[in-house]
């Protein structure tokens, strides 16, 4: 098929087929929740969606896609209606398979930036924080992280670490109490990254249709693993575009 889908489609399709597989899933808004009602959809019809506002198993209607964990358009239909400190609880205790979650940091080995960007005393900019983040990285048996593909996003080290992936590398994640978990997969625009799995840096996993490698170095502010040979990564069918765009008609996240 010809290349007739924005970088947020394709992020959204790619995104999508991480969920292949997988029975449960804690999904933050935006992207990642609309990646896991696509997966839902086409890839993996069993698929229970968890947010953090308590809802478990919603049925999320076409066209109105929640801005937040706690509308109620996550209710609709739901399997269960929990509270915030249950639903953690059901991934401290390892029910929840991946946790589905952005970032506006990134560094080679994981980690996450969503508290600032700059010295913590005094930013250039004050981020959301965490929510539930930490939570979802440190809890859930993996988690994958959604992203755009840009230099200011992945960076040597992130300025604040709000949820930890692979820490300093190696086994201290293991060493910081954090027995299992940890990040399998980052999917950006341009690519699907993976982490070597002695020193936990980040590696090319495979590269979209038409994007290079000297593409992704440009965009990357740290060294990646490269391997001798990148796959690339199957082009989004027209079912998964025509799926995600009825499910965002308004194109609030596409």
């Known amino acids: 098929m010809t290349r007739d889908y924005t970088p947020s ?40 969606i968890i947010v953090e506002g308590g809802s478990i198993g919603p049925e999320v209607i076409p066209g109105k896609l929640p801005i937040s964990t ?10 269960m209606l929990l509270g915030i400190n249950e639903v953690f609880l059901l991934t401290q205790r390892g029910f929840l398979e991946v946790g589905f979650m952005g970032g506006a940091q990134i560094d080679r080995f994981g980690n996450v930036n969503t508290t600032v960007v700059g010295p913590y005393e005094k930013p250039r900019l004050r981020l959301p924080g965490s929510g539930g983040a930490n939570d979802i ?44 978990g940890g990040v399998s997969r980052v999917v950006t625009d341009l690519g699907l990254f993976g ?13 979209h249709p038409g994007v290079s490698l000297e593409q992704v170095v440009a965009n990357t502010g740290f060294e990646l693993i490269i391997p ?12 998964e575009l025509d799926t995600v765009r009825a499910l965002d008609p308004d194109r609030r996240f596409l």
Request: with cysteine; net charge positive.
């Open 9 to 48: 489609e394709l992020l959204t399709v790619m995104a999508s087929r991480e969920m292949v597989g997988v029975n449960t899933i804690f999904a933050g808004v935006g992207i990642p929740l609309l990646a896991a009602i696509l997966s839902q959809r086409t890839h993996s019809p069993g698929l229970t």
């Open 70 to 79: 706690n509308e109620m358009r996550l209710s609709h239909r739901a399997q």
């Open 137 to 180: 990285i440190s809890l859930c048996r993996h988690t994958v992280l959604v992203t755009p593909h840009e230099r200011r996003r992945f960076v040597p080290k992130v300025d604040f670490v709000t949820s930890p992936g692979w820490l300093d590398g190696g086994d201290s994640r293991a060493r910081s109490g954090l027995i299992f």
């Open 195 to 207: 982490f070597e799995a002695g020193t936990k840096a980040m590696q090319i996993a495979s590269l």
């Open 228 to 239: 001798g040979t990148i796959p690339v990564t199957a082009e989004p069918t027209q079912e």
